[in-house]
């Protein structure tokens, strides 16, 4: 079953395969990297410097990012996602809202929600992966990558979460949030983390 991408230049003839990596692979890494800092931010140990902020930040472009690109896919795959697909929206507002005004306290909700969207979201990725190419998968890794470098850096939960208004209003939120993060000194990567988690 294919894919429908959004636009893109023609492709060079049979054989080609574009460069960059799959969508599978980018939401694999994430996943992880968002799994490992949530824990480091709820153990024992101390918390790594900027830990929350960067959790925020982090997390807002990844779901931006995934509504925008992996949660359309999948819908066009599968004819059976709609409802798997609404449950993982339901579940990203969730996480939103705990997102705004992140303390200590809330911590340990927010790692439960993360957990929760991991589970759903790399189950539809699974099989995802089933009914695309490896072109088609490669192709909207691409477009996530792109989407995720100008994702709002905070969670905006009256904003569109879903295309095609998301496409059009998060970038221009997003470059506002940038602006904010430069003039405070906001951390917003996970490599300005002291010890980033492993990819």
Do not use: F
């Not at 795959?77 to 798997?84: I, N, Q």
């Not at 100008?150 to 939120?173: S, Y």
């Amino acid at each position: 079953m294919s894919v429908h991408l959004p636009p893109l230049p023609p492709t060079p003839g049979d054989g080609y395969q574009p460069a960059g990596r799959s969508i599978a692979a980018t939401i694999a890494d994430e996943h992880q990297q968002l799994l490992e800092l949530t824990r480091r931010l709820t153990g024992p140990e101390p918390d790594p410097a900027h830990g929350r902020e960067i959790l925020v930040a982090a997390l807002s472009r990844h779901l931006s990012a995934e509504e925008q690109y992996l949660l359309p896919a999948i819908r066009q795959a599968l004819t059976d996602a709609d409802g798997p697909v609404g449950e993982v929206l339901a579940g990203d507002a969730a996480l939103l809202m705990a997102l705004r005004g992140l303390t200590d306290g809330q911590l340990a909700v927010v790692a439960r929600l993360v957990e929760a969207h991991v589970v759903a979201v790399d189950a539809l990725v699974d099989r995802l992966c089933a009914a695309a190419t490896e072109e088609e998968l490669i192709r909207l890794g691409n477009r996530l990558e792109i989407a995720e470098e100008a994702a709002p850096t905070r969670p905006h939960l009256r904003v569109p979460h879903t295309p095609p208004w998301n496409r059009i209003i998060e970038p221009a939120v997003g470059l506002v949030d940038k602006v904010r993060d430069a003039v405070t000194g906001r951390h917003t990567q996970l490599s300005e983390l002291t010890e980033p988690p492993p990819r």
